[in-house]
């Protein structure tokens, strides 16, 4: 059976449907699903991915059957319109437009107005005795066309078209004639000719076949590459291609334009949302070079501009009905784009609008009370990574604030960081560690790189469904848009603020994109409230999930953090984080430095009772559930001053000659610690050290279940096992001490000795570990390292080369390895559970709160992970949409 390679909609029958966006791309399957459900859908046809796909395989060749195919379909959009493509009498005219399977807003190229030159120009003034509308939609195909498929730069016939306006003395480019678009045209084709060297091209099948391989060819340019690798989304897939004929919006003051979402983005809220402009072409809404108006009227109308419901009634309330029809036939938020041409409705495109976290819970938790989902598709509605925006905080309301400017609260969060007026200054910036906000007139698809990098997005220019925002809400950056408050002055690197301030680069703003303000300087935060919304939204998820989700703590308060945020339990406490305190730095380096045990025992006693208030103080924080503490795991040349002065501050302290220190920190110097004397290895050779942490641990949880009745299981941890031995002699040491504080007590109290497992040799012998061990949790940024023979520290280097070029599909260290580090993880599971049938599984590397990894550990049956406090959601999330789709 030869292959399909061509699919066509139009007049209320479609060969695609919605089901079928892998094959057309999500566009070309809406287009086809809206025209079978009697939605006005302009007729057209989708050229597959597949194609796409055979494009790249074959050297940017096309199937030997495509152009008779498509030759074969355009003339079925010409018997439906009643007008024939390059007629000169009654021309078709189509548009030819990228559609991925997942939404890419702005990365891809669309061409309008395809069809057009000096014959049929003549056609589109006789059809619609408008020589205005004629040349203007003339001048925007020479625009596009040139810079889309000819390659070049937009911004040379920009300038020509500026040059016009001030010569004519107007600011909009709806003040230019008939006469002035057409000497435009003229002057445009001289340009191209000059500056490429060839003509623009009249043929309108030549400007078809143009068109159709630069949509193909825009799937790997640079902007779309880096969006596919921000937001995962694989090269293979391919685009696909939708060529439909035109309706147009810019006939005159009964047409008009406008894109919009069946709720608000920003906030969920259950409104209607969106921006028009009369008379106009599609980019015009998005181009921020005219103002938008809103669809709706506003409660304040505060000077706005009246509403698509005010200067078109009938075709809003007919808009108003379709996105009725959108939500219960796709039971979720659209983002549709229309165009009214002559009084009449179009629709030029559904699909599942982007939204902001607070927006994706709102949204899926109002739709559940609205029957059209249930509670397991609401889970499944909020992604892991989206919780990101939420866990983080939001400007203090009682904190002093300089607004110096207002614009549009495009996208939320609060945001503080030094200015910067370029995408490559914002990523240069933010490698050196810095945080930065991206300042632009309007920023465009090739600024992407630059808004991923900054903390946030300030415009001068365009509204809510502006590239700005919508790419920003996709991100859960934080963006200001549309501040028309602010004057940006790229050559003076600087903005000028109403009032007359002027902020330049390297200056430090503050953004509030829920408010829409601009403030000068730093403005504090507070922590987010997780209530409402959030907190049913989190209930659900709770009882459809199986993993249990752990925080990593090391201090009370953070213990106390990880709870609000629903942790089940410490997955890892390290100790040595404790060391590190001012009051007790000195009393470890004097147990360093002791040159005898009696030395080394004198010092950590002064380490114990310091040791023993931290493990209470975490032990109350999560009373009830289980805390995994790990013994101390660095080298001990961590803990000692490597700089001459701090070492000669030492010496004063703790009165030991500089030599004498400096001797010791070169003999505890290790040229590979990572792999050198620490972890188990220290217990072995000063066994005084883990004795003092297991005492300190379980006289901290006889006290507190002797004298305020609580009921703990402490899990000591050993780390860097690398032979059952070693776990043999240190659990042996541990049990003796753990057995003795309890009967010094005089209380009942169960305690688990375990281990985790981050080298290869550990994973590989498990079974024989499990004799000892009565837990495992899997050190996987350990693990990682030792299992690449990559340092992490180390590997930044040249790990991001990999991934641009595909050699790894994802850092490593940032989502586990599932083909690799994984597979030892699962063995290992499967190896401990084989010798101790109940033995607790677990991970605690930073893996534990990245959704794909959570997901993997779902599926290989741990029994939890651990992962950061304010990751804890998004670890929760991920495991209920890992048991929701297994």
């Known amino acids: 059976m030869t292959q399909k390679y061509v699919y066509f909609f139009g007049d209320g029958q479609a060969e695609g449907r919605a089901e079928m966006k892998n094959l057309l791309g999500g566009k070309g399957a809406n287009l086809a699903e809206m025209t079978s459900i009697g939605l006005p859908v302009p007729p057209g046809f989708t050229i597959t991915t597949g194609v796409c796909t055979e494009f790249y395989k074959n050297n940017q060749t096309y ?17 439906l319109m009643g007008r024939r493509f390059g007629d000169p009498h009654n021309p078709l005219l189509v548009s030819v437009r990228s559609g991925a399977r997942a939404s890419m807003p702005g990365m891809m190229d669309t061409i309008l107005n395809l069809g057009l030159n000096d014959t049929t120009v003549l056609g589109i003034i006789a059809q619609s005795g408008d020589e205005r509308f004629a040349f203007d939609a003339y001048r925007r195909f020479v625009q596009m066309y040139s810079d889309v498929v000819m390659g070049m ?11 016009k306006k001030e010569q004519r003395g107007v600011h909009l480019d709806t003040d230019l004639t008939a006469a002035d678009w057409k000497e435009l045209v003229g002057a445009f084709k001289l340009k191209i000719k000059e500056v490429l060297g060839k003509e623009f091209p009249e043929d309108p099948q030549e400007q078809l076949w143009g068109a159709i391989g630069a949509v193909f060819g825009s799937w790997m340019n640079q902007r779309a590459i880096t969006y596919r690798k921000l937001n995962n989304i694989p090269a293979d897939w391919g685009t696909a291609v939708n060529v439909q004929s035109m309706v147009f919006g810019n006939m005159g003051n009964d047409c008009a334009t406008g894109v919009a979402f069946t709720r608000d983005p920003s906030t969920g809220e259950n409104y209607f949302f969106g921006e028009f402009l009369v008379n106009a072409q599609g980019e015009d809404v998005v181009a921020g070079i005219r103002t938008p108006q809103p669809i709706n009227r506003v409660k304040d109308k505060d000077g706005k501009l009246p509403s698509m ?17 959108l939500e219960k036939h796709y039971k979720d938020m659209q983002d549709i784009e229309f165009t ?17 976290a607070p927006a994706a819970i709102k949204i899926a938790v109002d739709m559940e009370k609205e029957g059209l ?26 904190a002093d604030k300089q607004i110096i400017a207002k614009g549009l609260p495009a996208s939320p969060g609060a945001v503080s960081g030094l200015v910067v007026f370029s995408a490559d200054e914002a990523e240069a910036e933010a490698k050196l560690g810095k945080k930065v906000i991206l300042v632009r007139i309007e920023t465009s698809p090739e600024d992407i790189h630059g808004m991923h990098a900054a903390q946030g997005i300030l415009t001068a220019r365009g509204g809510m469904t502006s590239h700005a925002a919508v790419v920003a809400r996709g991100m859960g950056k934080c963006c200001v848009a549309g501040c028309g408050d602010i004057k940006v002055d790229y050559a003076c690197e600087s903005f000028v603020a109403r009032n007359g301030v002027v902020v330049k680069k390297g200056d430090t703003i503050t953004l509030d994109g829920s408010r829409g303000e601009v403030m000068l300087g730093a403005v504090p935060t507070v922590a987010p409230a997780l209530t409402g919304d959030f907190a049913q939204l989190m209930a659900w998820v709770d009882t459809y999930r199986k993993l249990k989700v752990r925080a990593n703590a090391d201090t009370p308060h953070d213990a106390k953090v990880a709870r609000q945020f629903g942790a089940e339990g410490i997955g890892l406490c ?46 109350r924080e999560m009373k009830g559930l289980p805390v995994t503490i790990r013994l101390l795991d660095p080298p001990l040349h961590e803990f000692l001053p490597q700089e001459e002065k701090d070492l000669e501050e030492l010496s ?50 006889c006290e507190l279940v002797k004298n305020e009745g609580f009921a703990i299981v402490p899990e000591i941890m050993i780390p860097l096992i690398a032979t059952a031995k070693e776990l043999q002699v240190l659990k042996q040491n541990a049990v003796a001490i753990c057995n003795e504080v309890i009967a010094r007590y005089g209380v009942k109290l169960e305690y688990l ?7 290869p040799r550990a994973a590989l012998t498990a079974d024989e570990i499990a004799v000892e061990a009565e837990f495992f949790s899997f050190g996987t940024n350990d693990l990682t390292q030792t299992t690449f023979g990559l340092s992490r520290d180390d590997a930044g280097k040249f790990l991001p080369f990999y991934v641009d070029n595909g050699i790894l599909a994802e850092d490593p260290f940032v989502s586990l390895d599932q083909n690799g580090v994984g597979q030892l993880i699962k063995m290992a599971a499967e190896k401990g559970r084989a010798t101790r049938r109940e033995i607790k599984l677990g991970i605690c590397g930073e893996h534990g709160g990245d959704p794909s990894s959570v997901i993997f550990c779902h599926k290989i049956g741990l029994d939890y992970v651990s992962c950061s406090p304010f990751r804890v959601p998004i670890a929760r999330l991920a495991a209920a949409h890992a048991a929701l789709t297994s």
């Open 63 to 79: 199937p030997e059957s495509l152009a008779a195919t498509v030759a074969e379909n355009l003339k079925k959009v010409e018997a």
């Open 153 to 163: 730069e937009k911004d040379i016939l920009e300038h020509l078209l500026e040059q």
């Open 309 to 325: 419901e005010e200067v078109l009634p009938e075709c809003y309330r007919q808009l108003v009905d379709i996105r009725g029809i």
């Open 340 to 356: 009214i041409e002559k009084g009449k409705l179009f629709m030029l495109q559904t699909r599942n609008g982007k939204r902001t």
């Open 373 to 398: 989902i249930d509670q397991k598709e609401a889970v499944l509605r909020v992604q892991p990574s989206q919780l990101d925006q939420l866990l983080h905080p939001s400007l203090d309301p009682t």
């Open 574 to 619: 390290r100790t040595e984080h404790m060391f590190f305190d001012a009051e007790r730095i000195a009393a470890v380096r004097e147990m360093i430095l002791s040159e005898d045990l009696e030395g080394r025992e004198k010092a950590l006693a002064k380490i114990l009772p310091m040791q023993k208030g931290d493990f209470i103080g975490i032990f």
């Open 652 to 701: 004063k302290t703790m009165k030991v000659p500089v030599g004498t220190l400096r001797h010791k920190v070169e003999f505890l110097h290790e040229f590979n610690p990572m792999l050198g004397h620490r972890g188990c290895r220290l217990g072995i050779t000063f066994p005084e050290i883990y004795d003092m942490q297991v005492r300190a641990i379980m006289e901290a949880a």
């Open 753 to 759: 000795i375990g281990t985790m497992i981050e080298l």
